[in-house]
T-cell receptor, first 114, second 112 residues
């Protein structure tokens, strides 16, 4: 099993640019989560999906952030326009809801906005 | 306000000794707790869990203890090994949902 795949692994962009982070969950998993890790706030949940449907997006910081899951094998997190305070590591995780609550994390995308 | 706290940012332990990582929470509705381990440049990996109906769960060298009245849980690693050096996150869930709240993490260093 390839595990959760995220791309890109590193992204450096200028303030104001659009950033798109991508995630491929583990095949067969029906829940997908986007997290952001910063030194100040630790690991915080941004949004999660069950069966491709957004369930809780209360962690999305503001309207500049949006997430989609067009099918069971792909999700995107978009920031438009990006700001320096968005610099963080963004993790995607997936789980099989019926098998408990263990979430499998991807390697993360380190985003730097200059 | 942080609902899940890990008050020790770092911990150093000698190889072979016990490592004890602590976690405190404020929300009495939390009913399920997880510990994750994270190596640099990797995502967190699941380590061990405990339900609020239990006070102890053991898996090999790892044991998690839960004290509901004190809203406190701890992770014990015995014996500690250099490969255990990582950041450990405590996470808690409320009301049978899937939304876990993570603590800030504790960096464990096991010295050979």
């Amino acid at each position: 099993d390839a595990g959760v795949i995220q791309s890109p692994r590193h992204e450096v962009t200028e303030m104001g640019q659009e950033v798109t982070l991508r995630c491929k969950p583990i095949s067969g998993h029906n829940s997908l989560f986007w997290y952001r890790q910063t030194m100040m706030r630790g690991l915080e949940l941004l949004i999660y999906f069950n069966n491709n449907v957004p369930i809780d997006d209360s962690g999305m910081p503001e309207d500049r952030f949006s997430a989609k899951m067009p099918n069971a094998s792909f999700s995107t997190l978009k920031i438009q326009p990006s700001e320096p305070r968005d610099s963080a590591v963004y993790f995607c995780a997936s789980s099989l809801r019926e098998q408990g609550y263990e979430q499998y994390f991807g390697p993360g995308t380190r985003l730097t906005v200059t | 306000d942080q609902q899940v706290k890990q008050n020790s940012p770092s911990l150093s332990v000698q190889e072979g000794r016990i490592s004890i990582l602590n976690c405190d929470y404020t929300n009495s509705m939390f009913d399920y707790f997880l510990w994750y381990k994270k190596y640099p440049a990797e995502g967190p990996t699941f380590l061990i869990s405990i339900s609020s109906i239990k006070d102890k769960n053991e898996d090999g060298r790892f044991t998690v203890f839960l004290n509901k009245s004190a809203k406190h849980l701890s992770l014990h690693i015995v014996p500690s090994q250099p490969g255990d050096s990582a950041v450990y996150f405590c996470a808690a869930r409320a009301d049978y949902g899937q939304n876990f709240v993570f603590g800030p993490g504790t960096r464990l260093s096991v010295l050979p």
